[in-house]
T-cell receptor
Framework: LAKTTQPISMDSYEGQEVNITCSHNNIATNDYITWYQQFPSQGPRFIIQGYKTKVTNEVASLFIPADRKSSTLSLPRVSLSDTAVYYCLVGDNTGRRALTFGSGTRLQVQP | GAVVSQHPSRVICKSGTSVKIECRSLDFQATTMFWYRQFPKQSLMLMATSNEGSKATYEQGVEKDKFLINHASLTLSTLTVTSAHPEDSSFYIC????????????????FGQGTRLTVV
């Protein structure tokens, strides 16, 4: 399984755009990139998933360069409620294999 | 979206007793479910893979006789922590993914809300 590396923590202020980059140098051809958000004492929650280029949904954008060795989660105009741990995961996402969680990025949004 | 429900969300038990945690996929069938454990300030660690109708597969270092897993149906997996000790106190999380259908290539994993186990 491809290993991921992301910053341990980040700080931001309300209303700012936050970009969290994840490295996954040995990503496989059939691997997808998925980001999850976790609040304290809750299970992870799906944010966004992509394979290449750019994906956007109502909460975030995911940028994936052509070599797919990294990806960037972009959160527009964060609020205090976006304070959480964000995990970047790489896998085939068939549902038959467990996800391997790295250390995640602890985002702290200040007022 | 799909929902995975875990019960109970919080449990306190005495040392030596057993605790059962349920994981249900509410609106989809899951032949495979996964159980994770998370200690404070740490990431999720996979404990075992629960397979409907067959034995669970445990990760290295996880005692199968201590963490009993039963996947009795396509919507229910249970984790029983037997003879619990204080060091078993942790946050236990399950996940499941809907079956792929047709030309679908990928799916997302849905997680339960977690169970906070405290052994006193």
């Amino acid at each position: 399984l491809a290993k991921t590396t992301q910053p341990i923590s980040m700080d931001s202020y309300e209303g700012q755009e936050v970009n969290i980059t994840c490295s996954h140098n040995n990503i496989a051809t059939n691997d997808y990139i998925t980001w999850y958000q976790q609040f304290p004492s809750q299970g992870p929650r799906f944010i966004i998933q992509g394979y290449k280029t750019k994906v956007t949904n109502e909460v975030a954008s995911l940028f994936i360069p052509a070599d797919r060795k990294s990806s960037t989660l972009s959160l527009p105009r964060v609020s205090l409620s976006d304070t959480a741990v964000y995990y970047c995961l790489v896998g085939d996402n068939t549902g038959r294999r467990a996800l391997t969680f790295g250390s995640g990025t602890r985002l702290q949004v200040q007022p | 979206g799909a929902v995975v429900s875990q019960h109970p969300s919080r449990v306190i038990c005495k040392s030596g007793t057993s605790v059962k945690i349920e994981c249900r996929s509410l609106d989809f069938q899951a032949t495979t479910m996964f159980w994770y454990r998370q200690f404070p300030k740490q990431s999720l660690m996979l404990m075992a893979t629960s397979n409907e109708g067959s034995k669970a597969t445990y990760e290295q270092g996880v005692e199968k006789d201590k963490f009993l897993i039963n996947h009795a149906s396509l919507t229910l997996s249970t984790l029983t922590v037997t003879s619990a000790h204080p060091e078993d106190s942790s946050f236990y999380i399950c996940s499941a993914s809907p079956r792929l259908r047709g030309r679908q290539l990928n799916t997302e994993a849905f997680f339960g809300q977690g169970t906070r186990l405290t052994v006193v």
